[in-house]
Structure formats: C-alpha cells, structure tokens
C-alpha cells in the first residue's frame, strides 16, 4: 500500500496534468518554508507585536515612526529571504503556461523573486518591499527611504507632494484595493483548477475565491499543513509541506 502522502501528490500531479488553466491562491504557509513567519499562530508576527490600524497611521505621527522603525529594521521579518521549492514549482508552473496567474495574500516579494512577472502576481495585501505615496501612489524604494531617515530622523514623505508615505501593504482598517481584487475575480472564474497553497482561508473577503472557483465548475485543490474550513468543499486536499509537494506534483521538465 503506498504511503497517503505519495498517493495525495500523484492525485495532485494528475488534477495539475489535466487542467487546462490554473489559478494558484497562497498563503503564508508557502513562505513559511523560507523563513517567514506567519501572522496568526503562536509565535506569529501579531502575537509578537500588535498591528498598527489604518486609520492610526495616518491620524498620528508617533505611530508612524513606530510603523517605520519597525520596517527599516526587520522586526516583522517580512522581506530579505529566499524563495524556496513551492514558490519555484508555482514559478514553473506559470513559465509552462500551465497556471495564468499567483493571486497571493503574501506581502514578501518572493513570487517576484522566483522569476515570475509582477502583472502574473496579484497582491491583495500588497508588497512589503517598497513604499508608496498615500495622496499621489509614487513609489518609494525602502532603501532611499530608510538612509534619509537614519540620516535626518524626519518622517518619510512623498518626493514628488510631499504626502505620507507608507510600505505597499494593505494595513488593518485599508479598503482592499479594488484594482487586484478584480483582476482576481477575472482569473478565478477563467480558471479550471484553483490550487491553494499554504492559506487557512479565514480572511474574507480573500477566501471567498476558492468557493467562487468551485461554483464556477472548477476543481478545488488545497494544500495546507492544517485544516481548513473548506476541506469537505475541496476536490483533493493534502496536509502537507508544501515545497516537496510542489515539487513532486509540477517537477522541473
């Protein structure tokens, strides 16, 4: 009898071998496996330091600096590591043709770094890797920001008006942003597999996707090291390391 692991991988390899078009949802489970850690657990970013709402950020300056020191020194760990298997097995998967497009939760830059394009990579949270202008939306590089702050200890603004500027992630109390949240709507319902890697899929509205995929008649795939509320909805799940499943189930030709 073959080991539940290795038969969940081939059922996955063969769900991905007769799909037609892909869509990959992930999580902060996929990016675990490169040293990131998730939000939610013990031991996560917020049980290690609160978030700072939305609204906070901008009505006051001292939790703005409280938000910049903590990303100019890494507290949240976030960003500076290395895509690992899983977001290499999704990069090849888009490289063949095989999946149209990465909707992501993530904020870590690691699709990107995998070699994937920006416009195949849909952020609902938004990017951690570089800032933007609250009042006009120029982008700020994190490193011009962070020397001119060293340097002067004022608050980053906007070069071009002078706005506040804040990192591209999508804050507590922040609409979601309507542009990615479309484009995401688009790929889920031209897709024939929806494929979650590493989400528990409670945030909504982001984990309304898969349940409009499957209603849309596409098979529902979920890998995941724990539970989630959508197993009994799903087509195939696997409780499992993503990377090497990944790696088993898109290997490299």
């Known amino acids: 009898m073959s080991h539940p692991a290795t038969a969940g991988r081939s059922d996955l390899a063969r769900l991905i071998a007769d799909a037609r078009r892909i ?21 996560g970013v917020w049980s ?9 950020f901008v009505a006051s300056e001292e939790r703005r600096r409280e938000a910049w020191d903590r990303a100019f020194s890494g507290r949240a760990g976030w960003v500076g590591r290395e895509p690992n298997a899983g977001h290499m097995a999704v990069a090849r998967l888009i490289a063949q043709g095989r999946a149209s497009a990465v909707i992501t939760q993530n904020v870590d830059n690691l699709h990107q770094a995998s070699g994937i394009a920006p ?16 009042g006009c939306s ?4 994190l490193d ?9 200890g004022d608050l980053p603004a906007c070069r071009l008006c002078s706005g506040i500027v804040k990192t591209a992630t999508i804050s507590f109390g922040q609409a979601m942003p309507l542009g990615p ?23 909504y509205p982001a984990a309304g996707f898969p349940v409009m995929a499957k209603r849309n ?4 795939a979920i890998v995941n090291r724990e539970e989630t509320e959508l197993d009994g909805y799903a087509d195939l799940v696997l409780h499992d390391e993503i990377g090497p499943v990944m790696t088993a189930a898109a290997p490299a030709n």
């Open 138 to 141: 120029v982008r700020h590089e």
């Open 181 to 203: 949240m479309a484009r995401a709507e688009a790929e889920t319902l031209a897709c024939d597999l929806f494929l979650v890697l590493g989400s528990s899929l409670v945030v």
């Open 48 to 56: 290690k330091m609160k978030p700072i709402q939305f609204q906070d």
């Open 23 to 43: 869509v990959v949802f992930t999580g902060a489970g996929i990016s675990t496996e490169s040293g990131i850690p998730d939000f939610r657990s013990p031991g």
């Open 119 to 134: 416009d195949k990579v849909i952020e609902l949270h938004g990017n951690a890797s570089y800032a933007t202008c609250l």
């Open 144 to 152: 011009e920001l962070k020397t001119l702050y060293e340097a002067t």
């Open 217 to 220: 008649g596409a098979r529902l």
